[in-house]
Every structure is written in C-alpha cells, then in structure tokens.
C-alpha cells in the first residue's frame, strides 16, 4: 500500500519561530510536492521537486523554503512563522511521468500564535 | 491568477438525487484533468480523470464531462449516497510539458449528501 506520511498531525508554533514541517515517500517517486489548503482557495503549490535536490517555485512561494537531500524525504521550512502562515500543509509525491496522480499525506494542521 | 475555477463553493442533496460540480480553466496548455476526493481528516485521493480528445468518461457513478470550445468540464455523481459526503477538487495539468506535473487545482466543493 503506497504511502506519503507527514510528521505531525498538528502543530502549534509562536511567531517568528523556525517551522520544519518533514514528508516521507515510500513510493520512489521522482516528484514530490508541498501545499497549504486554505478554505476557499482550493490546493496553492508552495514548491516541488523532481529530483534530489532540485527545487521548483510553486505559486505562493514566499516565506517558506525547501530541502530535498534524499529522494524519499521533502521538507518545509518557515524561517520565521507568521500568523497568515495559520494553514493545513499537505505534502504529496508523484511519478515523473504521472503528474496528475498525486499521493497525498494526511496533512499538518500548523496553527501560529 | 486562479485559472481553474470551480463551483459551487458547498453543495447539499438528498441520497439518490445528482450531484453536479462544475469547472472552467483558462490555460489552453492543460491536457489532463482530474478530480480528487477528499474525506475529513485524510488528504486528498484521485477519483477520475479525463483527457481533452474524449466528451465523457465513467466510472461507476462517477462521469465527467468536458467540453474542449467552452473549456469547461464537470463532475456527476449519480445516485448519490451519504458516503460520498467529502471536498472534491478538480485540477488541470500540461502533462506533456515541462512543468514536471504541476497541478492546478480548482477551490473545491464541499459535497454533503443527506440520508
């Protein structure tokens, strides 16, 4: 059974604190992706990657970075949480040549006080 | 830029009754559109999936339609059952570009389907 695992289920963090938010892929695959879900705004992409230690900007990039040093590991980075960053993060992976069948994790709620 | 856009925003109907959810996009790139399904507390599961040279595709209760000149498709779920209370999302993807499957996804529906 194919599986994405997140580290936390919920998180709760003061501002301005460093948030590392950590996925992990059993499936081999090639792309791995990081989204926060917001009610009203659907899935927005923060980053991907398609390859160790490759990065892409996603469509709402700003205040979070990427690390992607194994294959089967994607981690988010708040350097320094905000309030707006109060959001559900979804991370999910992907064949390289099977982009539109995403496995998604069961997501981190991160709250930021 | 939003370029899927879906509606409704949240959809009630009755157990047995039709459920219709509805998409537009505006990026003529995009050459694969799936939906995915969404449960309370688990992330999100492709459902089905449909490519832009064919006007429908089934599985099961599930349809979509498409339709390429109005750049338009839609989810249908027949005969619709308390089961399939969840968020759907439908999303585009330029599956033969370089854009190594980025989706897009629409904002979702939240699907409640009553006893």
């Known amino acids: 059974d194919v599986k994405v695992t997140q580290s936390s289920r919920y998180l709760v963090k003061r501002t301005g604190e460093k948030v590392f938010l950590e996925c992990v892929q059993d499936m081999d695959h090639e792309n791995m992706f990081w989204y926060r879900q917001d009610p009203g705004l659907g899935l927005r992409l923060i980053y991907f990657s398609y390859d160790v230690k490759m990065k892409e900007k996603g469509d709402i990039p700003e205040g979070y970075s990427v690390s992607r040093e194994k294959k089967e590991r994607f981690s988010l980075i708040l350097e320094s949480a905000s309030t707006n960053q109060t959001s559900m993060y979804l991370c999910?992976?992907?064949?390289?040549?099977?982009?539109?069948?995403?496995?998604f994790g069961p997501g981190t709620r991160l709250t930021v006080t | 830029q939003q370029q899927v856009k879906q509606s409704p925003q949240s959809l009630i109907v009755q157990k047995g009754g039709i459920s219709i959810i509805n998409c537009a996009y505006e990026?003529?790139?995009?050459?694969?559109f799936p939906w995915y399904q969404q449960f309370p507390g688990k992330g999100p599961a492709l459902l089905i999936a449909i490519r832009p040279d064919v006007s429908e595709k089934k599985e099961g209760r599930f349809t979509i339609s498409f339709n390429k000149s109005a750049k338009q498709f839609s989810l249908h779920i027949m005969d619709s059952q308390p089961g399939d209370s969840a968020t759907y999302f439908c999303a585009a993807i330029n599956a033969g570009g370089t854009s190594y499957g980025k989706l897009t996804f629409g904002q979702g529906t939240i699907l409640t389907v009553h006893p």
């Open positions: 999910a992976s992907s064949r390289l040549d099977r982009g539109y069948e995403q496995y």
């Open positions: 990026n003529t790139a995009f050459d694969y």
